[in-house]
């Protein structure tokens, strides 16, 4: 592995065994360290430099003005006389709808600054000259539109003219890996209604990761951005706003090659760009859809009496012979007969009529047999408008509502909610103020489904839907303030103050933490319980509590100056400071108390600085940045990890720097060489630095807050080629070295042992991507192909315990470990794809097209569009040697989704849209991989895959009844379709939108 960067931290010393006072040791893993067992002295006063090193390059970067990310862009262009061709100076161009205008200068080129994302009308007018106006303009977040004019003289002219703009196919400034989608380029694709569906349209997400990167749990290696504001909870590094499409002017997602501007990325950014209201006049957009009524899962119920061999043999009289002696059935599965609770009705005679009356009370407490369910619709409604409130100030808001029901029967169905909308005042001609702000609630089920080390998870609630399900409810609050002040025509400055809360709440809906039980385990329901077995047939309360709330505020200065004709100059100093709350129980109550808890507080604080120019030739076009980041836990740890852990040492200050360089060549304007570089980093989320749990009152996870930062140094070079009749084909390869990622680790020796994390992982990613897009005509879309190979020493941080034992040997420390147990070379990490191939393809029929009937022609302007994926399957362990790991690999996966939709034009004054929508077209079947096939990176093969592998799937016995279950007798299985995979079957929706 390549060597780490030096970092601007602390300064620790290692070394296998205790030399005076410093005994510090890590594992010499890939020359990686990773962990720090007592501090150097002398390290405080490094931590004084690091901060006053801080403060100095905070004031010299504001007294230079250096910006921090924005939400705009730039157009620019050149102007000519149409009878010459000699350029024109002092021609006014500016854009209709704002006070954003530029004059040309001697040379009759123009640029105007800080342009809202979005499609516009650009006007250029001159004394003597006709006005000529370019429509559909389109401003991406961060590029340069260029839009030239030629203008004729008035007396040759006599009207205005009007020009329909063309975005040319190839983007000449491609520095960057990226993809730019409006929402209404995709709106007539199958499933296009939130942001998330939005990233998915690239083979180079598959599952949230981006191009190999780790994501899922805790570790996302994503940043995503609303209206230039960071949106990442940062206790788990979920992005808490998913936006509805209704209300996204355009989503730019960035693989490689992302800017200075953005910090605490590894794998991508996601650039989210709100709609705004317009100057002119009001537009509003709403729309409903509802499902038709069907369950969610493939096979039987599980409640199907005639499917499940347990409903079969329990409801069957002739199985019921009781045992005289003690009462209760003998198990012809067990050895002894059950107990029965005290409290219990004693069957003491074994007769028919006895066995009814038990089989009676079994189905009265198990009423869900037979239970009927998805006989209930989901559907969901948003609204959407814009418009000016006066001369000087418009608004946007969007709100949408969604309800949805879980595979199987609850008391509630999860619901989704969610508001948006920003206020824009033109307070004069040099400044606006911007007020923009999101909510969301995420109300859900929270199942807790099978997985390979937890196979009878689903016991627990089968039968016990009210108190045995536990919901989730995520909120999230961001506000945020923009004010952006014009200093010239060539500079501009901006301040920005954004603050996000986030809330995650777990629960038993009927149950209240303060008075559940946890050992109420459901032995005292029934008396026909003739086996063992039948306890997995049981109610049980759910007894996991979470409370987790984090609020982040943020502060950034800016300034973007075109310091000269081809330097756009840009930079910034941002601030975060978080505030985080965490109260985690699980396995009581807060009257018997807790098996595991967690509370903590903390209020971390992060810094970063940034520079970069953006250079325009004629030749070449470079993004040329360098970021700063730091970050301060303002908290105390232990750095001497023995049986008393105390706080007793002040966290240091990390921080990095990190280069970043982009080039594009424009060969021609039909073609685009374009090569990148960046070196980025990423703080571990707040769920790995600040993690403490106790276990019965004993401390068994210790927080790890000296954390380093996880990086990644990524390579990419590719090419961008227009092929004719708008097709364009846009090619990239791509390399990503990835070091000090997060894994848990124990640490044992000291006769007290510990859990924490540590950075130790690390990964190899390398692929190359293909891309082919079709953006005018009847017929548009995009074939989307990647391959992709993502080596390292583990997928998530979680997968394997790395064991650390420390032995006073004599007053000399010795350090084992079990690193020879696990794999000694890069396996393939478990979310690999190798293959990933997206197709999104529409067809829209002209507006007259086919038969009329008086005006209406029925097949006119009917859209037809597919959404199509096949993927490798993902490699998991199955060795005979027990050596080979990562070795085989699920069937691939397939999935389509079919829209067809029909616009109805000048409808009441509207544009109506009629649509049906099928997802999962041809019924593919995608195993779950998780209760199937996960497997620890020890090679230990597991019996569930070997019954995959055998082929045993229907007998008794088989995959699709067997579980792990202790006494679980055969012949008394539930048919579990119902988790085995983890897609649904065919689904049909319809829906109806209005644009007014």
Known sequence: MSGVSPWLETKFSYQENQQQNNSVHSIDKNSQNIFVIKQVQGAQMTNHKIKRALYVGALVVIALGILSAQNSGKISGLVKDAETGEPLIGVNVIVLGTSLGNPTDIEGNYFILNVPVGKYEIQASMVGYAKVTKTDVIVNLGRTTTIDFTLSPSVVMQKDVVIEATRPDVEVEKTSTSMITRSDEVRQLPAMHSVSDVVNLTSEVSDGHFRGGRSGGNDNEVLYTLQGMGTINPLDGSSAINPIISAVEEVEVITSGFGAQYGNAQSGVVNISMKEGKSDKWRSFAEVRMSV???????????????????????????????????????????????????????????????????????????????????????????????????????????????????????????????????????????????????????????????????TTYFSWLYNVINGIPYRDRTNIQVGARFTQTLSAKSFYEIKLNALSTRDHIRSRNCTPEDSIGTLNGNVFWIAKQIAAANAYQANVATNFTDNKTQTVSLDFSLTSQAAKSHLINGGIQANMYFISRDQRAGGSFIQGWANTTESYDKPLEGSIYIQDKMEFEGMIANVGLRLDAWDMRGKYDPVVDSVYQKTTDVPILGRLQPRVGFSFPVSVNTVFHVNYGSFVQRPTFQYITFEQLNGGRLVTIPNPSLKPQSTNSYDVGIAQAIGEGFTVDVSGYYKNVTDLVRRAQIAGFGQSYLTYINYDYADIRGFHVALNKRTGNLKGSVSYSYDVALGSSANATTTNFVQNYINNGGVIVISDNSNNLPGQEVYLDYDRTHHLVINISYITDEKFGFNIGDTYPLGDIAFALSSTARSGRPYTYSISGQDYMNMRTPNEYDTDLRISKRLKNFYGTTL?????????????????????????????????????????????????FNTVQNYASGLGVDQSFFMYSNQPRSIWFGINVEF
């Open 293 to 455: 009524p069907n369950k969610k899962h493939f096979g039987p119920s599980p409640y199907d009496s005639k499917s499940n061999p347990y409903l079969i043999e329990l409801l069957n009289p002739d199985k019921w012979n009781l045992a005289t002696g003690d009462g209760i059935l003998t198990s012809r599965y067990g050895s002894t007969p059950q107990s029965v609770p005290n409290g219990s009705l004693r069957l003491l005679n074994d007769s028919v009529e006895l066995a009814q009356v038990a089989i009676a009370l079994y189905r009265q407490l198990n009423n869900h047999v037979d239970r009927s369910y998805g006989n209930k619709p989901d559907y969901s409604g948003e609204f959407s408008t814009g418009g000016p409130l006066n001369e000087s100030i418009r608004m946007f808001v969007a709100a949408n509502l969604s309800v949805s029901w879980p595979e199987l029967p609850v008391e509630h169905p999860d619901q989704t909610s969610q508001i948006m909308g920003n206020i824009v005042t033109d307070i004069s001609g040099n400044s606006s103020l911007r007020l923009s702000g999101a909510y969301s609630d995420n109300y859900e089920n929270n199942f807790n489904m099978p997985t390979s080390g937890s196979p």
């Open 913 to 961: 849209n009629l649509y049906v929508e099928v997802f999962n077209l041809f019924n593919q079947k995608i195993y779950n991989y998780n209760y199937i096939f996960a497997s620890s990176l020890t090679s230990n093969n597991n019996t569930i895959i070997k019954k995959y592998l055998d082929g045993d799937m229907t007998s008794q016995d088989g995959l699709l009844y």
